[in-house]
C-alpha cells in the first residue's frame, strides 16, 4: 500500500485451503498488524509462517465477555488490528460481530479485506440456482432439533447451504429428505484443496451414498430450493367448490376458487349452477 495504513480494526478475509488464494491486500495487513485476532494460534500460526512473519496473536471467540473486548477496542483505537478466522471471511459462523458493531460504536475506523468464503465457493460449485440462497450454517445436532429447523425451512423459495462434519452427513442428508422432499442437491468438501470434491444429485441419491460413507474434511451442502407445486387436480377444484358453496353463493363462491386455483371463473360458476339444477349441492 503506498498510504499508510490507519490504526483500526481490519476483518481480514484468510485462505479456505489452498494459501495460495491469500490476497495481496490481505498479506499487507497482516505484515502491518500490531495484533491478530485469531480462533486457533496454531492455525493463523501457519498462514503467518507462510507470508515470513511472527506476530502477537490474542484468541477471540464467543465466550471472551465484555472486559476483554473493552481492552481489544483499546487496541484499536492506537493499533493496526486484524480480526481472522481459521479459514475463510471471518464472521460466517463465527465469532466477532460484537467486536465490529462496540468498534463501529466507539468510533473506531472498521474496514473488511475481502476474500474467500466456503459459502460462495460452494454454492458457485453445486450447479443450483445462485439468484436467491439461504445460509443456515450448521444444523443441530438432534435428530429432532434438525427436523424442526428443516421444517421451518420447507417453504423458503431458495437455495439452502449448510455446513457440515463427515460423521454427521448421511443423517443430515436423511432427515433433508424427510423434511423438505426430494431436491436437487450437491455435497461439496475440502474446497480449493488437493482431494476437492463435488458430488451432485438428488437428497434421496446423496443419503443412499453417505449413509454409510463418512468422507472427511471441510464439508458444505447445497439444497436447491423447492420446485414449483404441481397443479391442482380437477376433483381438488371441484370438492373445494362444494365446500364453498355451503357457505357461499354461485357467484361469490365460483370467485373465491378461481382465485385460490387459478382456474377459470365463469366455468366454475356455469358448474355450480349446474349442480343447483341437478339438485346438487
Not at 479459514?87 to 463501529?104: C, E, F, H, N, W
Not at 459459502?119 to 445462485?130: D, Q, Y
Not at 452427513?169 to 436437487?184: C, Q, S, T, Y
Request: net charge neutral; with cysteine; glycine share 8%.
Amino acid at each position: 500500500m503506498s498510504t499508510p495504513i490507519e490504526h483500526g480494526l481490519y476483518i481480514v478475509a484468510t485462505p479456505i485451503g489452498n494459501l495460495g488464494d491469500l490476497s495481496r491486500r490481505a498479506e499487507e495487513i497482516l505484515v502491518a498488524a500490531d495484533l491478530v485476532l485469531v480462533e486457533d494460534s496454531r492455525v493463523t500460526g501457519k498462514l503467518l509462517n507462510y507470508i515470513g512473519k511472527k506476530k502477537k496473536m490474542v484468541v477471540y471467540n464467543d465466550h471472551k465477555g465484555l472486559a476483554e473486548r473493552q481492552e481489544i477496542l483499546a487496541a484499536v483505537g492506537c493499533k493496526i488490528v486484524a480480526l481472522v478466522s481459521d479459514a475463510g471471511t471471518p464472521l460466517i459462523s463465527d465469532p466477532g460481530y460484537k467486536l465490529v458493531r462496540d468498534a463501529q460504536a466507539a468510533g473506531a475506523y472498521v474496514t473488511t479485506i475481502p476474500g474467500p468464503s466456503a459459502v460462495i465457493a460452494a454454492l458457485t460449485l453445486s450447479g443450483l440456482p445462485s439468484d436467491r440462497f439461504l445460509f443456515e450454517g450448521f444444523l443441530p445436532n438432534k435428530t429432532k432439533a434438525r427436523g424442526k429447523v428443516l421444517e421451518e425451512l420447507k417453504t423458503v423459495k431458495a437455495t439452502l447451504i449448510f455446513y457440515e462434519n463427515g460423521s454427521r452427513l448421511g443423517a443430515m442428508l436423511a432427515d433433508a429428505r424427510e423434511n423438505l422432499g426430494d431436491r436437487e442437491a450437491a455435497v461439496i468438501r475440502e474446497i480449493t484443496k488437493k482431494f476437492e470434491e463435488t458430488v451432485t444429485g438428488s437428497l434421496i441419491d446423496l443419503a443412499d451414498r453417505y449413509a454409510s460413507e463418512k468422507p472427511k474434511g471441510e464439508i458444505v451442502v447445497v439444497i436447491g430450493p423447492p420446485g414449483a407445486a404441481e397443479p391442482a387436480s380437477q376433483a381438488d377444484i371441484e370438492a373445494a367448490l362444494h365446500l364453498a358453496l355451503e357457505r357461499l353463493p354461485a357467484a361469490k363462491a365460483a370467485g373465491e376458487v378461481a382465485r385460490a386455483f387459478g382456474a377459470d371463473r365463469k366455468e366454475l360458476y356455469d358448474l355450480a349452477n349446474r349442480w343447483k339444477a341437478e339438485g346438487q349441492k
